[in-house]
């Protein structure tokens, strides 16, 4: 089956610094890759996902980017500010039938004023 | 309504009963799923409920743990005979398509389980 590597598991940054959190995944059919933000408390929240037929997707401060070949994703956060401070997790759909996404183990990002 | 509910929120019981949690998922979603956050842990699947096909059970611990989903809508997640292992948060999700192939899941809040 599907097996995600996420890195680092804990990120700490200054205010205004950039974040990249990175994920590697097994299966060469993985076809979907979401992005999700958790609060303390909180469910995951959907914040951005890309589809394996694009390279790289931009909502306003947050980007991701695909590489097929190497199989693995980043999360990009320009200019950090506190409120984005959490646990995001990525995530990445295999194939053989099995539409249940494998999740990575979370990376606690800590934006500090 | 607005988002996926769980109830209760907490739930605190004794070694050795059963529970009921509780999801009520965005109407019109078919995708129904279970999972498991342990303290500081990664989302532990459990069980997906896709329309009116057969649930997929393979996430499920033990056979103390099953779910049901009634009318294609709201779900029950029963956890028989408690063990302090099966302390967690158990979040529910649901998506509007085939299985999350393309689709990104809404997750409720969660319901804490605290075994004593």
């Known amino acids: 089956g599907e097996n995600v590597e996420q890195h680092p598991s804990t990120l700490s940054v200054q205010e205004g610094d950039s974040a990249v959190i990175k994920c590697t995944y097994s299966?060469?059919?993985?076809?979907?890759f979401p992005w999700y933000k958790q609060e303390l408390g909180k469910g995951p929240q959907l914040i951005i996902d890309?589809?394996?037929?694009?390279g790289e997707k931009k909502d306003q401060r947050i980007a991701v980017t695909l590489n097929k070949t190497a199989k693995h994703f980043s999360l990009h956060i320009t200019e950090t500010q506190p409120e984005d401070s959490a646990v995001y997790f990525c995530?990445?759909?295999?194939?053989?039938?099995?539409?249940?996404?494998?999740f990575g183990r979370g990376t606690s990002l800590i934006v500090h004023p | 309504g607005a988002g996926v509910s769980q109830s209760p929120s907490n739930k605190v019981t004794e070694k050795g009963k059963d529970v009921e949690l509780r999801c009520d998922p965005i109407?019109?979603?078919?995708?129904l799923y279970w999972y498991r956050q342990s303290l500081g842990q990664g989302l532990e699947f459990l069980i997906y409920?896709?329309?009116?096909?057969?649930?997929?059970k393979s996430g499920l611990p033990s056979d103390r743990f099953s779910a049901e989903r009634t009318g294609g809508s709201v779900s029950t997640l029963t956890i028989q005979r408690t063990q302090q292992e099966d302390s967690a948060v158990y979040l529910c999700?649901?998506?509007?398509?085939?299985?999350?192939?393309?689709?990104?899941?809404?997750f409720g809040s969660g319901t804490r389980l605290t075994v004593v």
């Open positions: 109407s019109g979603h078919t995708a």
């Open positions: 995530a990445a759909t295999g194939s053989g039938g099995s539409y249940i996404p494998t």
């Open positions: 999700a649901s998506s509007p398509g085939t299985g999350g192939r393309g689709y990104g899941y809404t």
């Open positions: 890309i589809r394996s037929n694009v």
């Open positions: 299966d060469s059919a993985s076809n979907y």
């Open positions: 409920f896709q329309g009116n096909s057969a649930p997929d």
